[in-house]
């Protein structure tokens, strides 16, 4: 049996299909992976096309539109392989991607996930905004990236050609065990789309696993190919998924106090995009704490049901203070210029 299945997830992007499945499948061992598209219930002709011109793929259909959290849960639950990698349709794969994620997985089955470096497909020097070299976040629950930082992309220069222990790893191209995947309960279906992998993520972290970026693999992600980055809709999810992620993972005695800084610092950002005259982005900031005080309820069972874990064993990878003071008051871009031991 082969150990990998390589899943993307798909809903009407039948042109990222056309465009990116050949070179998935030209460098993708076939003695090593079986490929899988799982389809949201497309309305485009998606199928038609991977019947027609790529036999080879595996499809999984839907009968719905899950959105990106339970419709790989209930792909991957169909499924089964030592090693699961999640990879968007606008990726494109290199060659040689995949055998140093495996190898990275063989070496110690205390690592549970894995992920590539990830470069931007339009200006392919640069580090693309979802991943980069790796994942962290600050203690207000801030996500940014080694070579990613806020707007702020940094150029490749092979400053992060080694591999290391990261916070979290992008959705983009993320390979997991399927076990850690399955036993963890997988992507929370709530989130829907936006910062799922992240709430996986520190649930490993809080099972006493690591997850690691492997610089030896390389793949190009454009970005926005499933909701445009200036939508409010994608606004919305990103505001309440942070709040969610907050309330269901922090250790007890810090959830008040850090929700009360998020909530006023989302204020906050509702007046800049005010001032910005983004009128739809400041009641998607709304709607977005509406929707978060309504699930609290809900979040409080989860919490119920999530390892405890203990927070020192991974604090090294939570930045201990404000990215946004470092990035907008101390006007410190890069990866480089913030002190994570602190």
């Not at 070496?107 to 470096?117: G, L, R, Y």
């Not at 693999?217 to 200036?230: C, E, I, P, Q």
């Not at 610092?265 to 005259?277: K, P, T, Y």
């Amino acid at each position: 049996m082969k150990k990998v299945a390589v899943v993307i997830l798909n809903w009407n992007g039948e042109s990222l299909l056309e465009k990116f499945i050949p070179p998935l499948i030209k460098y993708t061992d076939n003695n090593l992976a079986d490929i899988f598209v799982a389809d949201n219930a497309s309305s485009d002709s998606s199928i038609s096309l991977l019947k027609n011109n790529f036999p080879e793929i595996n499809i999984i259909q839907h009968p719905v539109n899950y959105g990106f959290a339970e419709g790989y849960n209930k792909s991957i639950a169909q499924i089964e392989y030592n090693y699961i990698v999640l990879l968007n349709s606008d990726v494109e794969v290199s060659e040689n991607w995949l055998p140093p994620l495996i190898r990275e997985l063989d070496k110690s089955k205390n690592t549970a996930c894995v992920v590539p470096k990830i470069l931007d497909h339009k200006n392919r020097e640069y580090f693309e905004y979802a991943g980069a070299a790796g994942g962290f976040i600050d203690k207000y629950g801030y996500p940014f990236c080694r070579g990613r930082i806020f707007e702020s992309l940094e150029k490749d220069k092979g400053q992060y050609n080694e591999s290391s222990e990261i916070f979290w790893a992008s959705g983009a191209c993320l390979c997991i065990r399927r076990k850690d995947y399955i036993d963890l309960q997988g992507l929370d279906k709530d989130f829907f789309a936006h910062m799922e992998e992240i709430d996986l993520c520190w649930r490993i972290h809080k099972a006493g696993k690591e997850i690691r970026y492997v610089a030896d693999s390389k793949v190009y992600h454009v970005g926005g190919g499933t909701l445009d980055a200036l939508s409010p809709f994608k606004t919305y999810l990103n505001f309440r998924n942070n709040l969610y992620l907050l309330t269901k993972n922090l250790p007890g005695k810090l959830i008040f106090s850090t929700i009360f800084i998020r909530l006023v610092l989302d204020g906050i950002a509702g007046v800049r995009f005010l001032f910005q005259g983004k009128i739809r982005f400041v009641f998607s900031i709304i709607k977005a704490h509406f929707s978060f005080y309504a699930s609290i309820p809900s979040l409080k069972r989860k919490r119920k049901n999530i390892i405890p874990g203990n927070i020192d064993n991974y604090k090294h990878l939570i930045f201990q203070k404000s990215i946004i003071s470092e990035y907008f008051l101390k006007n410190k871009k890069h990866f480089s210029d913030i002190n994570m031991n602190l």
